[in-house]
Nanobody, 121 residues
């Protein structure tokens, strides 16, 4: 059974940093294409970043390029998202999921609870 346990969220001031973690199980993590996807209240899912775990190739939405870094620890089956220079518009519930920027993320929350990021002064 595919499961994700997201953690690391919190409340920070604009300009602050957070590191999200996603512990994955139930599939072969080392060959997966993994993404971080966020959902703000009243809005649909928004793809943030993708990592092709086997090669290390990454992809980012334009609004987070240069501020966010996606990475993994394959020995721990864990995906990370280092978020720097956070902005109020980054406020959302963050999920990890399998897929890329073209995936339709209709079932967020089915495999993990997400982790809340709130950026506010």
């Amino acid at each position: 059974e595919v499961q994700f346990v997201e953690s690391g969220g919190g409340m920070v001031q604009p300009g602050g940093s957070l590191r999200l973690s996603c512990a994955a199980s139930g599939f072969i993590f080392s060959s997966a294409i993994m993404s971080w996807v966020r959902q703000a209240p009243g809005k649909g899912p928004e793809w943030v970043s993708t990592l092709r775990v086997g090669t290390g190739a990454s992809d980012y939405r334009d609004s987070v390029k240069g501020r966010f870094t996606i990475s993994s620890d394959n020995a721990k089956n864990t995906l990370y998202l280092q978020m720097n220079n956070l902005k109020p518009e980054d406020t959302a519930l963050y999920y990890c999921a399998m897929g890329n920027r073209y995936t339709t993320y209709a079932r967020l929350g089915s495999w993990g609870q997400g982790t809340q990021v709130t950026v506010s002064s």
